[in-house]
């Protein structure tokens, strides 16, 4: 016969598990965006007479995210990798294809890629 500790190491033991392969089984999967590239700061919209482009370039310079505009949605997205932003900067005011984990309003981006046309 089991002692009450051992059932209460046993049920604890399986609760845990149980709670890990939730956590794991509900993390969020990467998924594929298509939208115009753009800045946080600007979205659908650029403020900046001119070349809606130039706008976006010189938001980032002053501190704004890039962002992707799909619809009427604006996803900020969040990378520190350099050659993923300099993709970015390519593909300003240009359709792309992002991948990425999508959490509210902003995109963990995993990578970045020109649209088909």
């Not at 704004?64 to 993709?87: I, N, P, W």
Request: aromatic share 4%; hydrophobic share 40%.
């Amino acid at each position: 016969m089991k002692s009450v500790s051992q059932t209460i190491g046993t049920a604890l033991s399986v609760f845990i598990l149980t709670a890990l392969f939730s956590l794991s089984a509900s993390a969020a999967k990467p998924q594929t965006f298509t939208g115009k590239v753009s800045d946080a700061m600007c979205g659908a919209h650029h403020m900046m007479e001119g070349d809606p482009a130039g706008c976006l370039r010189s938001c980032v310079a002053k501190g704004s995210k890039y962002a992707l505009v799909v619809g009427d949605k604006v996803y900020t997205l969040e990378s520190s990798d350099k050659a993923t932003l300099d993709q970015l900067d390519k593909l300003a005011d240009q359709n792309a294809k992002i991948t990425g984990e999508a959490n509210g309003d902003s995109i963990q981006v995993k990578s970045v890629a020109p649209a088909s046309k």
